[in-house]
Structure formats: structure tokens, C-alpha cells
């Protein structure tokens, strides 16, 4: 059974910077594009960024562009996002997401079949 595991939120301070993983475990990883959304409080959820199943594609949202950067293992089945520069608008729940392709990603997140529960990020002084 597929699943992904998300790890590495916590509170940093404004201007700091996080890398948050994910463990994706079923024998499924290696062929997916993987990804990240985020769920801000009391907004829906977004697109981050995803990376194609062999890493050589990177997609990013605009608000994020330039500050995050994703990459992936596929012998240790992980995704990591390197988070700099973080503000207070970062401050989310990001879920690590899976699907057949990249294309998936930009078409709402009601086309992900691979959700992970979540970690959360805090940017706060």
C-alpha cells in the first residue's frame, strides 16, 4: 500500500530556512511525480512545487519561485523542499503529494491519488 511520510516542520524565525522530507514507501515511488501543496489557515490548498519521476522537470508557484528549491532520491525514496527565505506567508500545513505526472499537479488537487498527512510549518518571530 502506498504511502508518504512527511517530516521536518517546526517554528523558524522570518528570513530562516527549513527543508522539510518525505518517505514514500509501496513500491510505487521511483515511476510518480511527486510534489508539495500547502493548506494555509482558514485557505485552500495550493500548489508548492513538483518534480517528475526521474527529477528532471521542477515545477514551482510563483510565491515560492526562487526560495524553494525540490529534489529527489529514488534509491532512498524521498522528496526533500528546501525552504529559504521563509515569511510569515509560508506559514502552512504542507502535505507531500504523488501522482502519474507532473501535469496532475496543475490540475487541482483533487487529481492527486497519494496524499501524505502533513507537517507544519510556522514562520514567526
Known amino acids: 500500500q502506498a504511502q508518504l511520510v512527511e517530516s521536518g516542520g517546526e517554528l523558524v524565525q522570518p528570513g530562516g530556512s527549513l527543508r522539510l522530507s518525505c518517505k514514500a514507501s509501496?513500491?510505487?515511488?521511483?515511476?510518480?511525480?511527486m510534489g508539495w501543496f500547502r493548506q494555509a489557515p482558514g485557505k485552500e490548498r495550493e500548489f508548492v512545487s513538483a518534480?517528475?519521476?526521474?527529477?528532471?522537470?521542477?515545477f514551482y508557484s510563483p510565491s515560492v519561485r526562487g526560495r524553494f528549491t525540490i529534489s529527489r532520491d529514488n534509491p532512498k525514496n524521498t522528496i526533500d523542499l528546501q525552504m529559504n527565505s521563509l515569511k510569515s506567508e509560508d506559514t502552512a500545513v504542507y502535505y507531500c503529494?504523488?501522482?502519474?505526472?507532473?501535469?496532475?499537479?496543475?490540475?487541482?488537487?483533487?487529481?492527486?491519488?497519494?496524499w501524505g498527512q502533513g507537517t507544519r510549518v510556522t514562520v514567526s518571530e
Open positions: 503529494a504523488a501522482a502519474g505526472s507532473t501535469t496532475a499537479f496543475f490540475e487541482g488537487f483533487y487529481g492527486i491519488p497519494y
Open positions: 509501496g513500491g510505487f515511488f521511483s515511476s510518480h511525480a
Open positions: 518534480i517528475s519521476w526521474d527529477g528532471g522537470s521542477t
